[in-house]
């Protein structure tokens, strides 16, 4: 007869079951709004569009605020708060409309997920949720590429073509510092946001630095690289992601590849594959150095230890 399951874990799987039950509950309740607004959006008054969204995303907030307040029933309140983030961009952008503010378009991109970016953030600040973090980030990635957007439109900082990878930079570097900022808090999105954010600066950086897509690139570029990379083993150190040193291990082996390619009328159609394997073996004793160091390390603490 097979051990009776711990009582905890018993509680631990109903409770994940309640919270996954909620959050699908959660989005089937956003899209039967959404369809019933657009089936009958000719029929109803602009007062009636924002009560039923923006007053609708309101009401919930506050239900889910004051659950989160009295301690009660965190899967529903998380499964509210989901809800009105859902519906609030809605309600704000249907607001817009219905006073006529919405002349602008790269405007209202901006000002919707902005004033959401500021509630969320106000919330998470008094309640410190993970489903409030996550749409933190979501609408404030949302404000960051809607005004990179607009200000680059009417002031051309950036060439078209490469927009996109200042502004993958711009996330990446603050995915990786909210990351930092909330390690200490266990929350599960750490490990996530490490990778995404690390993913993105590698993908902005070989893309500038000409290593992607046959891209032009510039000279600052081709020296922070190199530097990057460098960066992203080293992240390892304070976050202690494995996926991490696999991802920076992919970019590597695409740096080195696409470095010696470069290079490859040098050497000839055999002499570039001999490249790519000095290259390789060059690292794995570079790998095998550090091994031995650091088995040799504890030895000479020892001996140390034992001379004093």
Known sequence: MPPEEPIESKQTKIYRISKILNYIGATLIFF???????????????????????GTACWTLYIAASLTSEGK????????????????????SVTLNAFGLDFNVDLMKMIAPGICFIIFLVLQLRYSREILLLFCLIFGSSFFIAGMHFFNNNGMWFPADTLWSYEALGLGLSYLLVAYGISFSHYSLT??????????????????????????????????TPCILLASFLLYLPFKNIALLCLSAVFLIIYITRLTYRFAYFFGTIGWPVVL?????FLMLIALILLT???????KKINESKNT
Not at 32 to 54: D, P, Q
Not at 277 to 281: D, K, P, Q, R, T
Not at 293 to 299: C, G, M, S, T, V
Request: hydrophobic share 55%.
């Open 73 to 92: 029933h965190p899967t529903s309140s998380g499964a509210l708060f989901m809800l009105g983030g859902f519906l609030l961009p809605l309600g704000i």
């Open 277 to 281: 394997i000095a290259a390789g073996v």
């Open 32 to 54: 039967g709004i959404c369809y019933w607004l657009s089936y009958n959006w000719e029929v109803l008054t602009s007062l009636s569009r924002v009560v039923l969204t923006l």
């Open 293 to 299: 160091i650091q088995k040799e390390l504890p030895k």
């Open 191 to 224: 490990g996530w946001l490490c990778f995404l954010g690390d993913l993105l600066v590698l993908l902005a950086s070989f893309y500038l630095g000409g290593l992607l897509f046959e891209s032009n690139t510039t000279l600052i570029w081709e020296i922070l």
